[in-house]
């Protein structure tokens, strides 16, 4: 499969070039778990970006506008200050950027705690200013009624418990949940709760190994691991975090490039050759045509 393709701006984003396969579904995402089983694992990367949504496409079942492009790409010290307006944006972007991968995006921070009918009305923005296929809300059994609201209503919907970054607040950091009884059984608990609701899938983040396999094993809907388990039924990371765009690297990412050091390293020679003046060279100057 081609990695990447071109749009067509003068026909429409319906005829990129290679000729799209069929996008993936939210229904086909779900089945993928079938009797407790999960024999192809459900790759997911964040994307925030047409360009990096394209890259990535071809290789993900699904693509998560994650609201950590607050940290990522707006340098906002937590995903606290994201709005919808911000995710609706970066949302377009990945669906026009992409046309195999699922698209899902995050619910940003204050859009859906006060109410299903306040969760549902900015859902159904992000599904219709974005065009992508369902959202993610962080939360268990306290965001039950809105998940089970929203599926009712036909916004697919994939949970997120453990840890829960919207509420670094109250969690007063980022570090690994679970580590007492009643920790571990809460989270056990928001998961069984979402997924009971009508989750399609549920991302399980920064909680101990052992939490994440019983999770795993007692619902029914798919888990994405992020920190948790290589068991999960599939597992997600932040892309700029694998691509080593960051010097800090958190226990649970793999660095799979040092792609920050070649961006810094050719923004470094391209400043050398213009203050040398070695660049521009003939090659890329306009001259009149003979
Ligand atoms: O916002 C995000 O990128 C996420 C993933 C880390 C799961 O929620």
Known sequence: MSTTFTIDTSASRATPTPAPMKRLTVPGIRARKAQGFTAEPIVMLTAYTARMAQLLDPHCDVLLVGDSLGQVIYGLPSTVPVSLDMICAHGAAVVRGSYHSVVIVDMPFGSYEVSPAQAFESAARILKETGAAGVKLEGGEAMAETVAFLSARGI?????????????????????????????????????????????????????????????????CPTIGIGASARCDGQVLVTEDLLGMFERVP???????????????????????????????????YRPKK
């Open 156 to 220: 697919p919907v994939c949970g997120h418990v453990g840890l829960t970054p919207q509420a670094v607040n109250a969690l007063g950091g980022y570090g690994a949940r679970g580590r007492s009884e009643a920790e571990a059984a809460k989270i056990l608990r928001d998961a069984k709760a979402v997924a009971d609701a009508g989750a399609f899938a549920i991302v399980v983040e920064g909680v101990l190994e052992e939490i994440a396999d019983t999770i795993t094993a007692a619902v029914p």
């Open 251 to 285: 226990r649970f990412v793999k660095r799979y490039e040092a792609v920050g050091e070649i961006i810094s390293g050719a923004a470094a020679r391209y400043a050398s050759e213009v203050r040398d003046r070695s660049f521009p060279t003939d090659e890329q100057v």
